[in-house]
Nanobody, 129 residues
Framework: QVHLVESGGGLVQTGGSLRLSCADS????????MGWFRQDPGKEREFVAA????????SYADSVKGRFAIFRDGAKNTVYLQMNDLKAEDTAVYYC??????????????????????WGQGTQVTVSS
């Protein structure tokens, strides 16, 4: 079972960049599709970006297309979210999540995950306006 830890959040001005990291502290190398979600107080958690276990398939929310990029390292135990041209509306707590997959689904990404899937504790991103 994975234990996800997010890092890289912080305060940035409008138009700036941040790179978030999500690492499996238990060093699990079983297949997992992974994704990023975000949530502001009083709002529902929303999908941001997703990536397949293979790293070959990705998906992005319309609000971040062209600005954000999700990718995995070679060992596939860490996923990153590169955020460029940040806007005030990007302010939120960002959560990493992992869904176990089979070899058959190695190229599948998921834009929705269940509550009993693996979730990190979140990292705060604040974009000044």
């Amino acid at each position: 079972q994975v234990h996800l830890v997010e890092s890289g959040g912080g305060l940035v001005q409008t138009g700036g960049s941040l790179r978030l990291s999500c690492a499996d502290s238990e060093r699990t190398y079983s297949p997992y599709a992974m994704g990023w979600f975000r949530q502001d107080p009083g709002k529902e958690r929303e999908f941001v970006a997703a990536i397949s276990w293979s790293g070959d398939s990705t998906s992005y929310a319309d609000s971040v297309k062209g600005r954000f990029a999700i990718f995995r390292d070679g060992a596939k135990n860490t996923v990153y979210l590169q955020m460029n041209d940040l806007k005030a509306e990007d302010t939120a707590v960002y959560y990493c999540a992992a869904k176990p997959v089979t070899w058959l689904r190695r190229n599948t990404y998921y834009t929705k995950l269940a509550d009993d899937d693996n979730w990190g504790q979140g990292t705060q991103v604040t974009v000044s306006s």
